[in-house]
């Protein structure tokens, strides 16, 4: 199949789009013709074997990369209920070790309570650009953050993949929201229906004078301790990059009135219905700026790497 092939850790140009092997379908698992797929700073940590890519997806090279797809269901195996030839899916693929596969690539081997159904008036590239960084938010906010209606969060980050959906699903969750950005992408936040946006350059955590239920670290630039402060009593401070000072910080958090958690995202059929759902009432918008097609793959990377992007962009696999 044709797929864009990593032969080895290294730069974003050393990409190359070529044939590779293509996953078998197993009992279990459901084979998806992959027609879109999204970019994410974990492909950047993939390519690159630093910031803990290798942790991300199996070191099996040559090997083709990318986590996030939506497409339609070609064959499922023997002992597969509830999904059938011809369904269109989407959702992302598990970060793994032992991973060794893509989603820049035509086909894909799942299992299928891991991917969602996408509705048929929702595009593949929306679809796709949904999966990881919605169900980091959802299952951020939700689950790690425990945030109810009517409560208070901040999102740390709302411009990039992650923030600009916790932004949305936050107040899909009846919460009050207010986030942080960049001078030059508080427009796009506002654009998402973020009233209060903060320059987090000129106004850093420290000098903020106000309290939330719950802290979202999208952009995993904070630490619990310059959060805790900014936390009302029972309130949770979730990032997305586990470190020994986060899990010190949970340790010390369990003396104390204000929780401290991570997120490691997965791909669950439930939450990625969830996600399809708000996008077919118009509550969450797909954040999706661009379109790639594949043979573009480096375009798309190279701009998430350059900080540049508003929301998501994504990728066309089918030419
Ligand atoms: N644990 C998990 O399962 C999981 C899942 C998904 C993602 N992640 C990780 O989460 C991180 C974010 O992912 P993403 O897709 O949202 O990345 P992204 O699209 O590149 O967005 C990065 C965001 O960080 C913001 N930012 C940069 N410097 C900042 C600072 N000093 N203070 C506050 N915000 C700052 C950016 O704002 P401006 O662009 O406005 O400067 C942007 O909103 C990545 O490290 C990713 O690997 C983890």
């Known amino acids: 199949m044709r797929a864009a092939i990593l032969d080895g850790y290294g730069a974003i140009e050393s990409l190359r789009i070529g044939e590779i092997e293509p996953p078998k379908v197993a009992d279990r698992t459901i084979l998806v013709r992959v027609c879109a797929a999204s970019v994410n700073p974990a492909d950047l940590k993939v390519i690159s074997g630093k910031d803990g890519g290798g942790f991300l997806h199996a070191k099996n090279f040559p090997t083709a990369i990318g986590f996030d797809f939506s ?45 969602g159904i996408k509705p048929p008036g929702v595009r593949h590239e929306d679809a796709a650009a949904a999966a990881t960084v919605g169900c980091t938010a959802l299952q ?31 107040a899909a969750l009846g919460a009050d929201v207010t986030g ?6 508080a427009s796009f936040v ?18 903020l004078n106000e309290t939330f239920d719950v802290f979202f670290d999208a952009a995993s630039m904070s630490s619990f301790g310059e959060a805790k402060r900014l936390l009302n009593r029972g309130g949770a401070y979730v990032t997305l990059l586990p470190s020994a000072s986060v899990f010190g910080a949970m340790v010390l958090s369990l003396f104390s009135s204000k929780r401290c958690g991570f997120v490691t995202v997965r791909s669950r059929a ?18 999706v700026e661009e379109i790639f097609p594949l043979s573009d ?11 540049r992007v508003r929301g998501k962009l994504a990728v066309r696999i089918e030419e």
């Open 180 to 185: 942080s950005a960049s001078a030059a992408k």
């Open 140 to 170: 951020g906010l939700r689950d790690r953050g425990r945030l109810k209606s009517g409560q208070r969060v901040f999102v740390n980050g709302a411009s990039g993949g992650v923030g600009s959906y916790a932004v949305q699903i936050a």
């Open 297 to 307: 793959i480096h375009t798309a990377l190279s701009a998430l790497d350059s900080g």
């Open 190 to 207: 506002h654009s998402l229906g973020v009233e209060r946006v903060i320059d987090y350059r000129e106004t850093p955590l420290s000098s």
């Open 71 to 115: 497409g339609v269901v070609e064959q499922v195996g023997a002992n597969v209920q509830g999904r059938a030839v011809g369904d269109e899916v989407f959702g992302h693929l598990a970060y793994s070790p032992s991973s060794k596969q893509g989603s820049f690539a035509e086909l894909v081997a799942v299992k299928p309570d891991a991917v």
């Open 270 to 287: 439930a939450d990625l219905d969830q996600l399809a759902s708000w996008v077919v009432s118009g509550a969450l918008n797909t954040s």
